[in-house]
């Protein structure tokens, strides 16, 4: 794969399960990526196995030194809520990584926080960043409300969430959302341009059985995490048994950075619902005249979002499995 002429500056911000290792794969493997730093955030698994799980799957993947910090422990007002029964206790599905010698990021020897992190490398960027947050975005609400000189920093945000359709945590909402709606809420409304790759194209994106199997046989280490990572996607049957996916997830989000003429999109109206049994929900306007609602001035305030609805899933599943086989 030939070198990107001026590669994407990009801030990952993960809840590092099973499909957020499988995007920190690809982000350290793309040329059309420059990874500047992964913050951490509570979702998948607790904040420390979220963090271990991180620096690990970088060391997996051989990446170069990449600055990461622990952020938020818990959303701003819910408890936390894992997705152990997705992803198993360790986020990794017990999949046993190395021992890491890599720490997180320090200044004068101590300790940095995400969002303060966050804020130092976008005000010292030369170019607007993309931050791709594949998690709860607990973390962008506080960087965002603690910090809003950044905003001019930042080209977009581009986010695995929400739905135009279905939900996965819920009837109608989708776990990243669901998890943190109050933070989803605060960033859509933060005037920052945003990107929502949800459910109606992460269900898509699917490797099949047979190459998830032969990738854990292939002599490249991350080839083979990949292959064990994307073996362990399963869902639950009517009967609740297991049933395999061999989604890539999250890492679409990343395939929808290098490659969005695989997507159609729509710029919409996108507001969260904060109550109530549809808590969580991503509203997605896609009508194409004003309802009564705005007559009478009831419209929920809310930005525009481009919303990816339809994928090339196969072209997507290609552009993953040959960028990752250029890592060792």
């Known amino acids: ?66 600055p990461v910090a622990g952020g938020a422990h818990r959303p701003l007002i819910n408890p936390a809520r894992d997705a152990s029964h997705v992803h198993g206790a360790d986020g990794l599905g017990g ?11 320090e200044v004068d020897g101590h300790p940095v926080a995400a969002i303060e992190m966050m804020r130092q490398m976008l005000l010292a960027s030369d170019e607007p960043v993309t931050i791709v947050a594949l998690a709860p975005q607990t973390n962008l609400a506080l960087l965002l409300r603690a910090y809003p000189e950044v905003v001019s920093k930042i080209e977009r945000v581009l986010f695995m969430g929400g739905s135009a359709s279905v939900g996965n945590a819920t009837a109608v909402a ?45 002599t490249r280490r991350a080839e083979r995490l990949a292959g064990q990572l994307i073996s362990h996607r399963m869902g639950v049957g009517a009967g609740k048994e297991p049933v395999y996916t061999g989604l890539i997830g999250d890492a679409g989000a990343l395939c929808a950075l290098v490659d969005p003429d695989a997507l159609r999109t729509e710029l919409v109206p996108v507001f969260v619902e904060l109550a109530g049994a549809t808590r969580g929900q991503t509203v997605v306007d896609r009508r194409r005249f ?32 040959s960028t990752i086989a250029t890592l060792a």
């Not at 999949?95 to 990021?105: K, Q």
């Not at 943190?180 to 949800?198: C, H, K, Q, R, W």
Request: charged share 15%; aromatic share 6%.
């Open 95 to 105: 999949i046993e990584l190395a021992p890491t010698t890599r720490a997180t990021y």
């Open 290 to 321: 004003p309802g009564e609602d705005s007559m009478h001035g009831l419209v929920a305030r809310s930005g525009l979002t481009e919303v990816a609805l339809e994928v090339d899933a196969q072209r997507y599943v290609d552009l993953y499995l």
């Open 174 to 218: 989708e776990f990243n959302v669901w998890h943190d709606p109050e933070a989803a809420a605060i960033v859509l409304d933060s005037g920052v341009a945003t990107f929502m790759y949800g459910l109606d194209v992460f269900n898509r994106v699917a490797v099949e059985l047979e190459k998830a199997v032969s990738l854990q046989s292939s």
């Open 1 to 66: 794969m030939a070198p990107s002429p001026h590669p994407i500056p990009v801030l990952l911000d993960v809840d590092t399960g099973v499909d957020d290792a499988l995007a920190i794969l690809f982000a350290v493997a793309h040329p059309g990526i420059r990874l500047l730093g992964i913050s951490c955030v509570a979702g998948n698994a607790a904040l420390p196995q979220v963090v271990q799980n991180t620096l690990g799957v970088l060391d997996a993947a051989g990446a170069a030194p990449v």
